[in-house]
């Protein structure tokens, strides 16, 4: 199994990004995605999850520090998952890192990108 995050970079407040987390190792369609942030001296924080396409619960959740600004979304065919990030905020500024919890096949988690927000 491997995630591999891409697309952090540098952008000025107001600007936009769009992250993925490409998948092997697995039947990406089986499971929910995670993305999450650790930004410099914080913990790591839950950004947004998009559940499997089988799953009977809520297809999508955000933490309420990015609602109406970052859109999770996959791409089975292409086993990627996108987290879309528009108005950005300093306090964007983050590691982000993609996680696959497989249940009993484990729980995985890219290197992460560095997206960082400043004028």
């Known amino acids: 199994v491997q995630l591999v995050e891409s697309g952090g970079g540098s952008v000025q407040p107001g600007g936009s990004l769009r992250l993925s987390c490409a998948t092997s190792g697995f039947t990406l369609d089986d499971y929910s995605i995670g993305w999450f942030r650790r930004a410099p001296g914080k913990g790591r924080e839950g950004v947004a999850c998009?559940?499997?396409?089988?799953?009977?619960?809520?297809?999508?959740d955000y933490a309420d520090s990015v609602k109406g600004r970052f859109t999770i979304s996959r791409d089975n065919a292409k086993k990627t998952v996108y987290l879309e990030m528009n108005s950005l905020k300093p306090e964007d500024t983050a590691v982000y890192y993609c996680n696959a919890d497989l249940g009993v096949f484990g729980d995985y988690w890219g290197k992460g990108t560095l997206v960082t927000v400043s004028s």
């Open positions: 998009i559940s499997s396409s089988t799953s009977d619960g809520i297809p999508y």
